[in-house]
């Protein structure tokens, strides 16, 4: 956000001073201004909402991934108990 931020202040900077010295006038109504600037901040804040909202699904998926691990491994430990408890029955004892 930082560097488009940077990228466009400078493109308009450029823009102004060639307008400028070419003696254009560019002068821009308030309404349309205060417009420009509101979508602006609605833009940023929709990102800034889309970003937490990615960064949550991050979390609850490597937490779902870890949860899921866990429940793989203690699966494969209960059928080992269950079959050592199968087979202990029937193990020929010296």
């Known amino acids: 956000m930082k560097t488009c931020e940077k990228t466009i202040s400078a493109s308009v900077s450029m823009q102004q001073e060639f307008v400028k010295k070419a003696g254009i006038t560019y002068d821009i109504p308030n309404e349309a201004k205060s417009t420009m600037i509101d979508i602006n901040k609605q833009i940023v804040q929709a990102n800034t909402v889309n970003t937490q909202f990615v960064k949550t699904i ?29 087979i202990n029955p029937f193990t020929l004892k010296n």
């Open 58 to 86: 991050i979390d609850t998926t490597v937490q779902n991934i870890k949860t899921y691990n866990d429940n793989v491994n203690a699966f494969v430990e209960l059928n080992k108990n269950i079959i050592q408890s199968w």
